[in-house]
Every structure is written in C-alpha cells, then in structure tokens.
C-alpha cells in the first residue's frame, strides 16, 4: 500500500503497531529508494496494554533499532 500512500498525497506515516522487524524493514527500504512510500515513524509494539489495569511499564517504549 506504499505506492497508494503517496499517489494519495500521503507524505508521512505513524505505524504504532506492528511487528518491529517487518517495520523496520520497511521504513529502511523506503528510505534507501528500493520501495516507493511514504516516511516511516514506526514504535513496534510499544502502544499494548494487558489486563484490568495498565501500569507505565505498559506504555514505556520498546527497543527500536536506530538507522545508521
């Protein structure tokens, strides 16, 4: 959905949940030219909260492998 992204005049994308390395693999492909898309600003899956009550430690930010 990369492409339609763009011809819809989409620029810049927020993905809060999916899996980090399907992500991360995607925003670098993007960002090298290989695939044409929109900018990729993922947060894995760091936005999941678990049972009655959510504590910080459900929201705290995953591990996220930085660009080199």
Same mark, same amino acid.
């Given at each position: 959905?990369?492409? *339609?992204?763009?011809?819809? %005049?989409?620029?810049?994308? =927020?993905?809060?949940?999916?899996?980090?390395?399907?992500? *991360?693999?995607?925003?670098?492909?993007? @960002?090298? %030219?290989?695939?044409? &898309?929109?900018?990729? =600003?993922? @947060? &894995? *899956? %760091? =936005?999941?909260?678990?049972?009655?009550?959510? %504590? @910080?430690?459900? =929201?705290?930010?995953?591990? *996220?492998?930085?660009?080199?």
């Amino acid at each position: 959905m990369n492409e *339609l992204y763009i011809v819809q %005049g989409v620029t810049s994308v =927020f993905d809060a949940d999916n899996p980090t390395d399907w992500i *991360l693999a995607e925003r670098d492909a993007v @960002a090298a %030219g290989k695939v044409r &898309g929109p900018r990729i =600003f993922p @947060a &894995g *899956l %760091g =936005f999941r909260c678990s049972g009655k009550s959510c %504590g @910080a430690e459900d =929201f705290s930010p995953p591990k *996220l492998r930085q660009r080199v």
